[in-house]
């Protein structure tokens, strides 16, 4: 790393047979699963030396440096108008500030678990009372087979490694060794003042050294070797790996933090308490997120007819949480405390301890997250498996840039699989059943449309697709009753020789304006007695008939109050039928690829209030994003997917729901959620309020209940419980603050605000947000530091950088960004899961110019050894490299101009010596024997894993060629760009407003236009 020209650097030992570790078959089990797409083996092992193939070692001489000697480097940002090099700029201003600022943080090592006085007795019976909560081994409970217990043999060694407390500088982790360090700490700071003394630098010039303030990459470095080596026992520890962290969760009944993550897991007492935070206490829930492998499966039970036990007076349903007593005759609900009668069929003794004696094979009793099948009182329509529909846009538009051509091969994939490799040689065609890539039962129809309503009768009997056309656009209606939907495996040479006539028949045919609105009427009828899922393209705005959209966008009302009209349906009509699809189980995916303005508002809004997704390619063409847009395709009809769902949140007495955010149906304050469709990659936020006070001696309970169809038509309840105790002691409360569930609340809320307030008004609404939480924790908890120093809670360290990057992001960044770009955003942010949206906010950039040769191969552990991410700046990118910028969403290949030509024919092949012989348009990366080639599939391999609903695929910036530059330019989150401050400029910022709050000089930001932070629903500061 620390050698830019590595890429000439050391050759690697020879590789004897046997003695490389890499060679080794490693089996992926604690890390990632094998995953081996077509032509992409999963992790490789090192390739073997390729005669005649540059070895490691073997280019640097006549290729970097020759490039070196060719001409002076001229280390020019990326033209971005307004991106300013901080090296260059920025720095000089501040430096009076920032050399008296300091930065501190509070508490040394936060991740151990608080002491529980006396409260163990409430803890239901939990089988893990006994351990010591904070280090030790946890013991595993007789009768679970985890297999992560198998699978990490030193998992339980010290829970919190090297985190020393050093007075004045609480984590000296926190601090890396720079490249170019402007003070070396060879030993640790003695004091504040001595540490502020260096921050000023040796030269006293009073330059800061930017490596001195919490860094993002360093601590999901930390957090992942930590979770390497061991799992998280949701019991045990009380505070949640960081969301992006791969992390093995063991259920002890308190629910993974995968599932739900609790802004606070030591809850203040009383509303005061929890002001004198400024935090918000909120749950974010993903209730179907994908586990691990190595995770348990989520118990499915069966009471039969009688459904589960559920208490009689809040409905709450039995979780670990319940006491028994009278011997088993009674259950006391956790939630309400009223005392049930246990159902006869649900009797149990209970043993000396006042456990049932047959707690431990009743995971109701054991897990925090079950799933029960329920009987028909719970059905809202008979449940049958999934029915999909592929309504695919037709008109001129999407011809001419092939976006049927993408639907049609994407539908086929997703459907059938990938088309088989021609056969070799010698090889026979062998009688493979089918793989069946959707789940048993599920039907599914095709529709088309352009000007028209094409529906298609695919019955298996038929030698061809009958094609039906409705023209009634007023009243669309469904022209056939049978063959519409069908199996697709029963039907397969019938769907098959369909989609492989469309794209030439409509090539024939090209109307200009596609009918959106009578074609989702269409599709409603076509659902409306089942529920289902609609996935429909659309390449241009639906100008025709019923419903149809204009451009309404007006540019030069940006930045004023009325942009954000834009960011709303104006349709009266559209949102009926949203309503009415949600009503009847119906949600629909988008797939949006506009030249211009679409009304993403109007059009998403269908997917927004179903619960479904938006996929958006601005500029869509077809050689690079085809692939991308398949494949999310593909993963938007794989992913886990249940319909017709309803969700509800219950609390413990004292507390209560006040606020909800996602992407759902929410007609009134006291009805619960509807979603049309909900799969894996959504989560909601709620927020709650406290209407008493609590008691410390309980701990505060939360249950989620997500009630809905499978895909495979199963009605089911999924629970989750979450468990968090109570303090009078708001600082305790504070060590034990999920970072990412904070962040995820405050994301939603200033999302759902669009439609409401000005983007400036939001974005003063964050930065207020980012002080008072800062300040409050200042005044009220920082203990003794000096008044001019900047203290940061050590669980909120990079919060302040993560609301900087929110106020970057397209929804709500300054200047001028299309109203479809910033609806789009909006509505991501509001269903993105804690783990996308950390990687969305701050992205992953890993330099591959200057790999360890072990690098990006599985390490002594079975894990991917990934190399270190850099901190998004360009100060940190080096001349000759080249890097992948990963923000789950896309992921930029920059290359910079003087790279080694020996690096892209290693990287990309043969005779591709130079940037200007790369394909533009390259969406992911030849499979080539070299090492290289190699390290950086398996990185992109890696990064597959930590993904949401978003498909991996490469675009490259090559510097000073291609426009995806811009959008580099603009990931680097520390520097200063998108109309926002550089990192550094910003904790400045934000340490003056703390500073005035804390001697009462403060006027907030925006006051001027009479707004504050109280604004945002459920984040009221502590102020009043
Ligand atoms: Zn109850």
Redo the contacts with the bound molecule.
């Keep these: 790393m620390s050698n830019p020209y590595q890429y000439g650097g050391a050759p690697p030992p020879p590789p004897t047979p046997g003695s490389d570790p890499n060679r080794q078959q490693y089996p992926y089990s604690p890390g990632i699963p094998p995953q081996t797409p077509q032509g992409a083996p999963g992790y490789m092992q090192q390739p073997p030396p390729t005669p005649g193939a540059p070895q490691y070692g073997g280019y640097g001489d006549a290729g970097y440096q020759q490039q070196a000697q060719g001409g002076p480097y001229s280390p020019g940002p990326p033209p971005t108008p307004g991106y300013q090099n901080p090296q260059d700029a920025g720095f000089q201003g501040l430096t009076a500030q920032m050399g008296q600022m300091g930065i501190n943080e509070g508490y040394g090592a936060p991740q151990q678990a608080p002491a529980r006085h006396g409260k163990k007795k409430q803890r239901a019976f939990h089988t893990l009372d006994q351990a010591p909560e904070a280090s030790g081994p946890p013991p595993l409970t007789p009768g679970f087979q985890s297999p992560a217990q198998q699978q990490f043999p030193n998992q339980f060694q010290s829970q919190f490694p090297g985190q020393p407390g050093t007075p004045g500088l609480a984590n000296p982790n926190q601090f890396p060794v720079p490249a170019n360090p402007q003070f070396q700490p060879a030993n640790p700071p003695a004091s504040i003042a001595e540490y502020n003394a260096n921050m000023r630098g040796p030269t006293g010039t009073g330059r800061v050294d930017p490596d001195a303030i919490p860094s993002i990459p360093v601590s999901r470095e930390a957090a992942a070797a930590q979770y390497k080596t061991q799992i998280y026992p949701t019991m045990e520890l009380h505070h949640p790996p960081p969301a992006l962290t791969d992390f093995v969760a063991f259920d002890q009944g308190n629910s993974s933090p995968k599932f739900c993550r609790l802004s606070l897991n030591t809850i203040p007492s009383s509303e005061e308490l929890l002001k004198s935070t400024a935090l918000p206490l909120s749950l974010v829930i993903q209730p179907l997120a994908p586990q691990k492998e190595q995770e348990l499966p989520v118990p499915v039970l069966d009471f039969g007819d009688a459904g589960p036990p559920r208490?009689?007076?809040?409905?709450?349903y039995i979780n670990p949480f319940m006491t028994f007593s009278q011997n088993g005759a009674k259950f006391v609900?956790?939630?309400?405390?009223?005392p049930?009668e246990v159902p006869a069929s649900y009797y149990s003794p209970l043993d000396m301890s006042g456990k049932r004696v047959d707690r431990e094979t009743r995971p109701e009793l054991m897990r925090g997250t079950v799933e029960y099948i329920v009987p028909k009182e719970y059905w809202a329509k008979e449940p049958t498996p999934l029915r999909w529909l592929f309504a695919i846009d037709v008109s001129m538009e999407a011809i001419n840039k092939g976006l049927i051509e993408s639907m049609v091969k994407a539908i086929r994939r997703a459907l059938y699989g990938d088309e088989k490799e021609p056969l070799g040689e010698g090889e026979e065609e062998t009688a493979e059943t089918p793989v069946k890539k959707i789940p048993p039962g599920c039907k599914v129809g095709i529709l088309t449309y352009d000007k028209e309503v094409h529906f298609y009768n695919l019955n298996a009997n038929l030698d061809q697709a009958q094609m039906l056309v409705m023209t009634d656009l007023e009243e669309p209606f469904v022209p056939l009753s049978e063959g519409l939907f069908v199996d697709p495996y029963e039907s397969q040479s019938v769907i098959e020789g369909l989609l492989t006539s469309l794209p030439n028949f409509f090539a024939l045919v090209k109307n200009p304006e596609p009918a959106l609105f009578p074609t989702l009427q269409a599709a409603f009828s076509a659902l409306e007695a089942t529920g289902g899922k609609i996935i429909c393209s659309l390449a241009t705005l639906p100008t025709w008939g019923p419903g149809r959209l204009h451009f309404r966008e007006d540019s030069k009302l940006f930045g004023t109050d009325k942009e954000k009209t834009f960011f709303a349906s104006e349709h009266q009509e559209w949102r009926k039928l949203g309503t009415k699809m949600v009503e009847a189980g119906i949600g629909a995916d988008f797939f949006l690829t506009p030249a211009a303005y679409i009304d993403v508002a109007t059009v998403g809004h269908i997917a927004e209030v179903t619960g479904g997704e938006t996929f958006f390619y601005p500029n869509f063409i077809y050689q690079r994003d085809s692939p991308k847009l398949e494949e999310e395709l593909i993963h938007s009809v794989h992913r886990e997917t249940g319909y017709q769902a309803l969700m509800k949140v219950?609390c413990s007495n004292g507390l209560q729901v006040s606020s909800y955010h996602g992407n759902y149906l929410h007609r009134n304050a006291a009805a619960d959620l509807e979603f049309g469709v909900i799969d894996q990659d959504k989560s909601v936020s709620i927020s709650f309020s406290y209407d008493g006070k609590l008691d410390t001696k309980l701990d505060a309970h939360f249950q989620s209940a997500l009630l809905y169809t499978t895909a495979s038509g199963e009605r089911r309840v999924r629970c989750h419980n979450i468990v968090a105790a109570v303090t009078d002691v708001a600082k305790e409360g504070l060590r034990f603050v999920d970072q990412d569930a904070v962040i995820c609340t405050i994301a939603k809320e200033a999302a759902a605000t669009m439609t409401e307030k000005s983007l400036k008004q939001i974005r003063g609404l964050l930065t207020e947000k980012c002080v008072d939480i800062l300040a409050a924790y200042r005044k009220n908890f920082s203990g003794s530091n000096p008044p001019g120093q900047l203290v940061l809670p050590e669980a909120l360290k990079e919060f302040g950088l993560y609301i900087l990057c929110l106020i970057k992001l397209r929804a709500f960044r300054g200047g001028n960004v299309s109203s479809d770009m910033r609806v789009h955003a909006m509505r991501m942010l509001k269903s993105m899961s804690p783990a996308e949206l950390s990687l969305f906010l701050y992205p992953r950039i890993i330099p591959i110019h200057n790999l360890e040769p072990e690098d990006c191969f599985a390490d002594e552990t079975g894990h991917l050894k990934v190399p270190g991410a850099l901190r998004a700046s360009f100060s940190r990118i080096e001349e000759g490299g080249a890097y992948l910028v990963d923000n789950g969403q896309v992921c930029i290949l920059w290359i910079h101009g003087q790279v080694s030509p020996a690096l892209l024919v290693d990287l990309f092949g043969e005779g591709i010596d130079n940037l200007q012989a790369i394909d533009p348009y390259l969406s992911e990366l030849p499979v080539l024997e070299t090492h290289l080639n190699c390290q950086v599939r398996n990185l992109l391999q890696y990064f597959k894993t930590q993904r949401g609903s978003k498909a991996l695929r490469i675009q490259l910036a090559r510097q000073g060629l291609d426009g995806a530059e811009y959008e580099f330019a603009g990931l680097l989150m520390e520097d200063r760009n998108n109309e926002a401050q550089s990192y550094v400029d910003w904790l400045v910022h934000v340490h003056k407003h703390i500073q005035l709050e804390i001697t009462g000089q403060r006027k907030k930001e925006g006051a001027d236009e009479g707004i504050s932070a109280a604004n945002l629903a459920g984040l009221r500061p502590p102020y009043w």
Excluded: E, P, V
């Design positions: 208490c009689r007076r809040c409905r709450t609900c956790n939630m309400c405390l009223f049930n219950r």
